[in-house]
């Protein structure tokens, strides 16, 4: 059964980073037909995507909140996608979920999405 899990959360002071890890498996020879996107979900709050980045990433998504200072990229051949956050601040606070979608173009819907990983938690607090 196709598989997500996500690695790499963790607790960081404010302006730290942390990379986080999507490591696919179970896909057999259909992972490169997904786009692999990046959610997170604070308590009392919506699922919100935060970036995006598909087969052929020539133009990866980024939420506002994350432009500039997260970077998603894509490793094919490792079937691993990551997400590297930089100056975080106590708003990036909240459960991160890698999230597979069928289709070479990016989308940042969650009822998009064909597959979830289960999460991993990422807080920022001095």
């Known amino acids: 059964q196709v598989q997500l899990v996500e690695s790499g959360g963790g607790l960081v002071q404010p302006g730290g980073s942390l990379r986080l890890s999507c490591a696919a498996s179970k896909f057999d020879l259909e992972y490169d037909y997904f786009s692999i996107a990046w959610f997170r979900q604070a308590p009392g709050k919506e699922r919100e995507g935060v970036s995006c980045i598909s087969p052929i990433p020539d133009d990866p998504w980024y939420a506002d909140s994350a432009k500039g200072r997260f970077t998603i990229s894509r490793d094919n051949a490792k079937e691993t996608v990551y997400l590297q956050m930089t100056a975080l601040t106590p708003e990036d606070t909240a459960a991160y979920y890698c999230?597979?979608?069928?289709?070479?173009?990016?989308?940042?819907?969650?009822?998009?999405?064909?597959?979830w990983g289960q999460g991993t938690q990422v807080t920022v607090s001095s």
């Open positions: 999230a597979a979608i069928w289709g070479r173009q990016c989308k940042t819907n969650s009822d998009d999405v064909n597959y």
